[in-house]
């Protein structure tokens, strides 16, 4: 290179600086200028063909890559009872998932050997996910419990994913089941609450749009559009753990008893309407619903089984009497035990008559004839008025799915006839779900003001909780008219009572059926109808409907025994668990027993 | 570029290249393009510099945002065991390993006392509160110590 440049020195001093001037030649320039300019078309030309060209195309392959849309999940509200105590909650649990690609074939033996018995699955299914080449990553088990995915983490095989999963759960099992429901794989309530309060419960989705690192972690630097996702509200029962679990242990023991089929206990807040306990058998446990069959889980038979109520549906028959004015207290009903009309003959239950009779002899004794000639004095429009007042026929509107409203053949319906007015009156022929019937009692109880029963008592979202408040629906009979039959039903209460206790008192005579207070109350021993006509001739409904305190009421229970295999007759059935019920809620209601209201030997 | 060949002292061609430097630095278009290409690259390291914050801020919030996702689950996990010790079944199992036994109604003794004489205790209703103004449950006895009703 030295040997083209040309060099000139100027001779100077020797303390002169030497300037040496460097000549390249112009060509050598413009070859480089060239080839600069050649170099800078290009880049332009890519950033051409990539900016404007195949812009829109990379732009979308770059955002696919890099951008997304991610679901928020909301939380699922939680349901507390009245006392707070959480009854359904969404809680994280890990999932597993197999990546066969991941999984060496020859390893996948051993490891499925392991997995099995953590999973309790068959160690062949395990096996089979982990060689499903097929498809990229397999679920087999959902919702582990922390120590085994604590455990199947610490083998460290990167083939088995663990993926958090939110999952509902049940703290206290089958406690009050049929009031809360379950929720299935899709997060949909299938019964209960859960159900009614699904799309509030269920909350709102939000969604993230992001650029997203591998590890899917948003990246802050780049814009983000976040719709954060409001949670589902949160639920306070009316139900009382202690009343619930009492009547849940009641109607255990007497199902098993008695060997009955199913039974239901309902307890009702009389001045309010709220729901204290509600339960009903067989139950199920909402964590593991799909164990049970669909009428079991999504059926509450509280309020979804319709049965006919036999003699406790007296009470209205009697109240209609009183309230429009066509019998009184001492209005006067001959019962030969037998009567014969419409060419059909009707009877009490025992086919024995009473004599002369008044409405309170009518309850007290259990009367169907002298129930039939009431309801006759009424008749057919002012009873169903009546019938109609007290809610039957129609839904209570309680927030629970699937309530059934009943069934009433008034004279409006194709399906009524004339004999229908005279079985209707000692509860044949009409069909009613049990909180029907204790909603009417409380009526009773509450001066005959009818409330709407209700089972949610806060719905409360973030901060702002809105407060059920009693509702009442109508005025259905007089205060005196629902004085009288108080006076009435604590009468026929006393008359059962020996069945409960005759073997302290040694007494079959009347007495206290909860020594202390005045407890008003009826039995029934309800018909079931079979398919094609006619009634089942070897099981009943036992079945007792009542208050207490009779005045100054707080609860109203209804007990339902279906189909005892020992004792076909609601007070032998009903009535010792009815006592135990009311004898508990006395207590827990701190309501003092009266010295007065004893019998000799309780 | 005029050259002059003089002897100076070191002192003097200090002087000189000074006096001459303000030429040197002259740089007319040049300068304001340089100051520009200054300022670009000054922008630029700002804003990398921004960048470098905001994304060791971005990966702070992501490991808070993890770190509440796990006190979260931990959080619903001791709700769930909570809940679980609140059944009642449960309890009364457990009391009935300790030794305690249910009462009966022959067990339950009542005082009725004035009600401004002891505390009451935090009722909802107002039929309980009316309640609870008229009677206290007392304690209760063991078996065979029933008291009188």
Known sequence: MASHLVTHTHNRTDSAPAHTYVHIPRWRIQVLLVFSVLLFLRVAFR????????????????????????????????????HGNALAIDVERESLWVVPAYIPPEKAPRLALTLAPLLGQDEQKILEAMTNTERYWINVARWLEPAVAERIALLGEPGLRLIYEPRRIYPQGSFASQIIGAVNFNNDGIGGVESFYNTALRGITGTLTAEFDPFRNPIAIAPQQRQPPRDGVNLTLTVDPFIQNMIEAELKNAVEQHHADGGSIVVMETATGAVRGMASWPPFDPNRYYDYPPEVYSRNPAISDLYEPGSTFKIITVAAALQTGAAT????????????????????????????????????????????????????????????????????????????????????????????????????????????????????????????????????????????????????????????????????????APVVWVHHTGSWADQWLVPGYQVAAKTGTSSIPIPGGGYDPNFTIGSVLGFAPAEESRYAVLVKIDRPKDDIWGVGTAIPVFYNVMDELMRYARIPPDPALFSPGQ | MAIRFEDLSPIRQARVRRRELPRYLRLDISRSLLIAVVMLCLMSLIALGQTGVVATKGYAIVELETRRTELLRTRSQLQLEYAAAQDLKR??????????????????????????TVPMPEIDSESEQQQAERVIPADTTVDGEQGDR
């Open chain 2, 91 to 116: 309890i009364y199992a457990r009391a009935v390993e300790l030794g305690l036994r249910p009462t009966n109604s022959n067990q339950v003794r009542y005082l009725v006392l004035p009600a401004d």
């Open chain 1, 329 to 496: 207290a001492d209005t006067p009903i001959y019962d030969p035990g037998v009567v014969q009309r419409l060419g059909i003959q009707f009877h009490n239950w025992d086919r024995a008559g009473n004599g002369t009779i008044d409405p309170t002899g009518v309850l007290y004794y259990s009367s169907n004839v002298g129930a039939l000639q009431l309801n006759e004095m009424t008749g057919a429009e002012r009873f169903y008025q009546i019938v109609r007042d007290f809610g039957f026929g129609e839904p209570t509107g309680i927030e629970l799915g699937g309530e059934e409203r009943g069934l009433v053949h008034d004279p409006s319906s194709p399906f009524y006839n004339d004999a229908l007015l005279l079985t209707n009156s000692y509860g044949q022929g009409i069909a009613a779900t049990p909180l029907q019937m204790v909603r009417a009692a409380a009526a009773i109880a509450n001066n005959g003001l009818l409330m709407k029963p209700y089972i949610v008592e806060k719905i409360c979202e973030v901060d702002t909780c809105t407060h059920t408040r009693p509702t009442p629906v109508r005025q259905v009979v007089d205060p005196g008219v629902a004085w009288t039959i108080r006076r009435m039903l604590v009468h026929a209460a006393n008359h059962y």
């Open chain 1, 47 to 82: 950033l051409g063909e990539l900016q404007i060209l195949h812009s829109e195309e990379l732009a979308t392959k770059a955002a696919r890559e890099i951008n997304h849309e991610i679901t928020l999940r909301p939380g699922r509200g939680v349901i507390t009872d009245r």
